[in-house]
């Protein structure tokens, strides 16, 4: 280990927090072993061998979007062939489906309807507690919640408390992308800024909510945009403790309009997820997001900071509309034999971190 390393193992060892300098000495680091062993110390401490999954669905009601993000080619405007909009109808017989499979989340996002109301979302949630009561509902990124305020004219925490009680459990850690100025004049100027994300997340926090926090990296940022928005992420949690996850999501740039860059390597994956284990030492969690890393990188990263897979999935569409090679689900079986083979114990959480215990 170099010595800027070796002073950093030095203080996660002894719980120290690493500050910015630090954070930047990971990034300008490729010794993955190095980095993996601090994040390791780091994961076990908090986690032990465990390795959390979940069953769930992910439920896109929508790809209409007016917002137009380089990196996305999900959203689509409404005259596009690829646009659609799921019926109500449909969306049961999926809830339907999943909670016969033993879901325990649905993790429902859209895209920037212009025509929906927030009737409509509401309605959206109330009929996914009715097909299945007993189904945590993780919904809407901060993009969507602040989207909702301006076209209904309420508050923030209006809007929250109103999708509160039509069942909202959670919100999912999506819409962060990258939380500077520079990166987000370049590849989302048309989405709401940093401050507005974090202050969504501060306010549905402050109600109680919990949420989770994401960074799509392996586009045009660069290391000094990763440190910024990790500094935000964590400066916030310490305020609030409401975030349960940070998910760092590698960017698929295949069909989309960045097409021209590379994909993150599988070293890449893995020194994300190291270095956020490292740096946000206040987040109990840090996924990875097998659907976007791929499954083997996702194994490896059990041992290299994550203590958390995400979970069966069974329809993505944001990523494979970018033209992701990932399955769009996982069986429940497999997420399981994956994490016994890194030699991790498998436990299936729900949605808040609950143990889920199954008769055999
Ligand atoms: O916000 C869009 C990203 C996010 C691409 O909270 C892309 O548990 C890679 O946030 N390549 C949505 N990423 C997904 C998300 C998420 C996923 C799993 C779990 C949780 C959670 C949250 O996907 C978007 C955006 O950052 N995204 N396009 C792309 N081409």
């Known amino acids: 280990m170099d010595a800027a390393l070796q002073s950093i193992h030095e203080k996660v060892q002894n719980e120290q927090r690493i500050d910015a300098d630090d ?5 300008a680091s490729n010794d993955l072993l190095a980095l993996g062993r601090i994040a390791n110390l780091a994961r076990e401490r908090k986690n032990g061998n465990r ?34 909009e799921l019926s109500m109808s449909e969306m049961e017989r999926m809830g339907r489906e999943a909670a016969a499979q033993g879901a325990t989340e649905f993790h429902i996002v859209g895209g920037l309807h212009p025509d929906l109301k927030l009737d409509y979302y509401e309605n959206l949630l109330r009929t996914f507690k009715s097909v299945a009561p007993g189904v945590h509902l993780k919904a809407f990124t901060a993009v969507e919640i602040d989207y909702f305020a301006k076209i209904s004219r ?58 989770n926090a994401t960074l799509l990296y392996g586009h045009v940022e660069n290391d000094e945009d990763k440190v910024v928005h990790l500094q935000k992420l964590r400066d916030l949690q310490d305020e609030t403790g409401g975030f349960q996850t940070f998910i760092p999501l590698s960017f698929v740039p295949y069909d989309t309009q960045l097409a021209h860059l590379p994909p993150p390597t599988g070293l890449s994956d893995l020194k994300h997820i190291a270095i956020s284990r490292i740096f946000l030492d206040n987040f109990a969690h840090v996924k990875v997001y097998w659907i976007m890393t791929g499954i083997k990188v996702a194994q490896l990263a059990l041992n290299f900071g994550a203590d958390d897979i995400d979970g069966t999935v069974m329809q993505e569409r944001i990523v494979h509309m970018a033209g992701a090679e990932t399955p769009e689900g996982l069986h429940v079986d497999e997420l399981v034999k994956l994490i016994r083979e890194a030699g991790r114990e498998p436990v299936e959480r729900d949605t808040l971190y609950n143990i889920v215990s199954r008769a055999a």
């Open 154 to 211: 309420l508050s923030v925490e209006e809007v929250l408390k109103r999708l509160i009680a039509a069942g909202l459990g959670s919100m999912p850690g999506g819409g962060a992308e990258v939380m500077t100025e520079r990166v987000r004049k370049l590849v989302f100027p048309n989405k709401i800024g940093a401050e507005r994300w974090l202050e969504i997340h501060r306010i549905a926090h402050g109600l109680g909510l919990r949420s």
């Open 51 to 84: 390795a959390f999954y979940n069953i769930n669905r992910h439920i896109n009601y929508s790809n209409v979007c007016y917002v137009d993000c380089k990196f996305c080619e999900f959203g689509q405007p409404k005259s596009s062939p690829k646009a659609y």
């Open 23 to 27: 954070c930047r000495a990971l990034f």
